[in-house]
């Protein structure tokens, strides 16, 4: 299953999660809600090519060791939903999303969409019955949007 994102964007696009575990941008989800620490500008590295490839949206993907490949399908993971909306582009007179999910819809505040995480994998495996994705909202944590369908910017 995919998640249409369309309505005040410049380009609509389509969201398909079963992709998602091949993508370095993915973060585990026990380190989703953590605060995340800063490196000084003084302890940055000089100029390495693996350091610069991984700071490219998207990432670059590096060649997975077996041992990464086995722990990649047992965990759970997240995916930031800023930079997809990045890509959309999304009009400057937009204030708000509208979720359709297979239960109606919901209305969230463009700031928080924003700051989304998307559950797409439980251990290891897509989410299918109440999927494709659960939405992590800043201020529902505990309660995630679910059987998202389609995502209108309004």
């Avoid at 693996?50 to 997240?78: C, W």
């Avoid at 928080?112 to 299918?128: N, P």
Wanted: glycine content about 2%; overall charge negative; hydrophobic content about 40%.
């Amino acid at each position: 299953m995919v998640i249409t994102l369309t309505g005040r964007v410049d380009f609509p696009l389509t969201l398909d999660p079963s992709v998602w575990i091949f993508d370095d941008r993915k973060i585990l989800f026990e380190n989703a809600f953590k605060e995340v620490e800063t490196i000084p500008a003084a302890e940055e590295k000089h100029w390495d090519r693996s350091i610069y490839q991984q700071k490219m949206k998207p990432p670059i993907n590096k060649s997975l060791t077996k041992a990464e490949r086995k722990l990649a399908l047992e965990n759970s993971y997240v995916m930031p939903i800023s930079d997809f909306l990045k890509t959309a582009s999304i009009q400057e007179d937009a204030t708000h999303a509208v979720f359709m999910t297979d239960s109606g819809e919901e209305i969230v505040p463009l700031d928080e969409l924003k700051a989304s995480m998307f559950l797409f994998a439980v251990d290891g495996r897509s989410i299918k019955d109440s999927g494709p994705a659960h939405c992590y909202l800043p201020s529902r944590k505990e309660d995630p949007i679910k059987a998202i369908r389609q995502i209108k910017i309004c």
